[in-house]
């Protein structure tokens, strides 16, 4: 643990996790502090400092220039099969869940709740059929 430095931290493990996927893709050795820990009480990531992402120092300065690439746009996912709002243009649309599935499977005891066909931009709230 001494030659380990702290890259990124969070409160949720998705980002961690796919954080740690794309370092590791790239060769890094990436650590998530308390990452068991955590997985068996999530109810102390705050108390705990979050999933706090370590890498050895000799790897720290390659692996925080990569991970700023990403956020200012050099390396990006293909988004071009991305639906997009045909109100705005934003891509981002999400499907969300039915409440009147909700009902239903909680009733019947359905352990899960399906998604309904239309699409909701995240950006003005428009809905679209898929
Ligand atoms: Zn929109």
Redesign the pocket.
């Known amino acids: 643990m001494a030659n380990l430095v702290e890259i990124s931290h969070g409160y949720e493990p998705e980002g961690a996790y796919c954080t740690k996927a794309f370092l590791t893709a790239y060769g890094f050795h990436v650590v998530i502090q308390n990452e068991h820990h955590l997985a068996v009480n999530p109810a102390l990531r705050v108390a705990l400092g979050g999933y706090r992402l370590l890498i050895p120092k000799s790897e720290a300065e390659e692996a925080q220039d990569l991970l700023r690439s990403v956020n200012v746009g050099e390396i990006s996912a293909d988004d071009s099969d991305q639906p997009v ?1 045909l ?2 243009g ?1 891509i981002g649309l999400q499907r969300k869940r039915s409440w009147i599935w909700f009902l239903i499977a909680l009733a019947q005891g359905i352990p899960f709740v399906p998604y309904r066909n239309k699409l909701t ?1 995240s ?4 809905t679209q059929q898929r």
Do not use: L, Q
């Open positions: 709002c109100e705005c934003y931009c950006d003005c709230g428009a």
